[in-house]
């Protein structure tokens, strides 16, 4: 069931949580929306649930507005983060609770439930916990078995709020992975909260970046990260280094060692450019457009190296990634004067050409 989102507003009093949303989410599809806290994820969620209503704009499912549709009616499962399993009832009971509960003439009789709940505890892999109260599983058992229990019904919109939230990284990470797998047999349209970018480029088909109410950006992944299409954007999906440089003739210069050229008439303009940390070479010598640092701090984490560096002009500190290889190349000290190069610069000023990506050739 495809979803689609129609200039949807929402305020909290005085204070707006959504401005202008509009948003097509395919048939099949699981896109995330992805933003820092309070910047109106879960807002966003709760109305296409029908859990909120919003103030104007529309819901459509499948193309029928469902703005006024009961929640009821709408076919929606949940999965939140603190999503309570009942404590008293065992893991079968649990997943069972939402056929049980159907009035009569739509309650399935007792076999095809008891085949039914077998069948999502072999999809969660988790058949052998059937019998188990939700106080002796983990977090993770629990967030699957709240998963199988929002699918039991089979909803034609799985929504996810943060589902792995409480979860430790390593948990999170494999359940993620699972999550993909099992999206990718379901094919349910399903939209997934979380704050945590990782989380979304590796789980996601689409990704929706939220920022104050707003939406960013829409794209894949790869179009996202490799592509954003605001400063905001770029941030929040990395870490990124910002160099003050200067414009001229269309082209990007930053560095002392990249002087404007003599008998050009125009001034140059200053600008911003965006570096992610793996994308600065150190050197030794210095070089065209090099900037000269010293090397504060080295911290080896896992597969990287991670340099801390202040630059010698003053003008702040840089962060750069290495691979262990490359490190172990170049073998470099804490306190050692080297000096930057910039392999790619980005930047959002339009009167720099080619805008995007400019490739450190351009320099
Ligand atoms: N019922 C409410 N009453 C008043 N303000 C609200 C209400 N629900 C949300 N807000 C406000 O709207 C904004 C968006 O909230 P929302 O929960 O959608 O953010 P979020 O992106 O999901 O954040 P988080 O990641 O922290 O959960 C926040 O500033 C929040 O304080």
């Given at each position: ?238 870490d990124v280094n910002l160099f003050h440089g200067r ?5 990007a210069r930053i560095g002392e060692t990249d002087p404007e ?7 140059p303009?200053s600008a911003v450019f965006y570096v992610?940390p793996?994308?600065i070479?150190i050197l030794r010598?210095r070089g065209v457009g090099t900037i000269a640092a010293r090397i504060n701090d080295i ?8 340099i801390e560096l202040e630059r010698i002009d003053g003008r702040g500190a840089v962060e750069v ?11 470099f000290r804490e306190g050692e004067q080297v000096h930057l190069q910039p392999?790619?610069l ?18």
């Amino acid at each position: 069931m495809s979803i689609e989102i129609k200039n949807v507003e929402k305020s909290f009093g005085g204070f707006k949580a959504l401005k202008n949303i509009s948003l097509d989410i395919g048939s099949g599809e699981l896109a995330a929306l992805l933003g820092p806290s309070g910047c109106g994820k879960t807002t966003l969620l709760r109305i296409i649930a029908g859990l909120e209503a919003p103030d104007s704009g529309s819901i459509l499912f499948h193309g029928e507005d469902a703005t006024d549709r009961h929640i009821r009616d709408r076919q929606v499962g949940f999965v939140f983060q603190h999503y309570a399993l009942f404590r008293h009832m065992t893991v079968f009971e649990n997943i069972a609770f939402g056929l049980r509960v159907r009035p009569r003439r739509q309650r399935p009789p007792e076999r095809e439930i008891r085949l039914k709940v077998n069948d999502l505890l072999k999809l969660v892999q988790l058949d052998w916990l059937a019998d188990r109260y939700p106080g002796q599983l983990s977090g993770g058992q629990r967030q699957r078995i709240a998963l199988a229990r929002a699918l039991a019904v089979e909803p034609k919109v799985l929504l996810l709020d943060e589902p792995f939230g409480a979860l430790d990284a390593k948990v999170r990470k494999d359940l993620r992975r699972w999550l993909r797998r099992l999206h990718d047999e379901l094919h349910v349209t399903s939209v997934f909260v979380t704050h945590d970018q990782e989380e979304a480029l590796e789980v996601a088909d689409r990704v929706v970046v939220l920022n104050e109410g707003r939406i960013e950006q829409i794209g894949t992944p790869d179009q996202v990260y490799e592509h954003p299409a605001t400063p905001f954007v770029y941030q929040f999906l990395g870490d990124v280094n910002l160099f003050h440089g200067r414009v001229h003739d269309g082209h990007a210069r930053i560095g002392e060692t990249d002087p404007e050229p003599a008998d050009s008439p125009e001034q140059p303009e200053s600008a911003v450019f965006y570096v992610r940390p793996h994308e600065i070479e150190i050197l030794r010598d210095r070089g065209v457009g090099t900037i000269a640092a010293r090397i504060n701090d080295i911290r080896p984490l896992g597969a990287t190296v991670r340099i801390e560096l202040e630059r010698i002009d003053g003008r702040g500190a840089v962060e750069v990634e290495l691979t262990r290889d490359q490190f172990a190349r170049k073998n470099f000290r804490e306190g050692e004067q080297v000096h930057l190069q910039p392999k790619r610069l980005r930047t959002f000023d339009a009167r720099v050409k080619p805008a995007d990506p400019l490739e450190a050739a351009n320099l």
